[in-house]
């Protein structure tokens, strides 16, 4: 919520074009996110910089409201917890 709520409205206002202001706020509040992963090595970091990226879009979809990107993210987390198809349908060979 830090980087959503806080950084991206800091970096943004920075600017006077707000199309610069919201791209710099999105790359910014991704890559410091994503660095925060560095435990997880190089595909853990860009994959948190990407995942990062995708929920500021709904965060500046909502008028920079939480909500959405909360509700996008839990989505997101209910179907990695979801078993596989292949659990159901086993290709044998």
């Known amino acids: ?4 709520g806080h ?3 800091r970096v943004s206002a920075l600017f006077r074009l ?4 919201r791209v710099a ?3 910014l509040s991704s ?3 994503g660095l925060q992963h560095v435990y997880l090595g190089i595909s853990g970091v860009l994959s948190t910089t990407l995942s990062g990226a995708m929920l500021a879009s709904p965060y500046l979809l909502a008028r920079r409201k939480l909500w959405l990107p909360i509700v996008v993210h839990a ?5 990695g917890l979801l078993p596989s198809p292949s659990a159901f349908f086993p ?3």
């Open 1 to 4: 919520m830090a980087f959503r």
């Open 7 to 9: 950084l991206m409205d």
């Open 18 to 21: 707000p199309p610069l202001g």
């Open 25 to 27: 706020a999105v790359l």
């Open 31 to 33: 890559v410091s996110f």
């Open 75 to 79: 989505a997101g987390d209910v179907i």
């Open 91 to 93: 290709c044998h060979y």
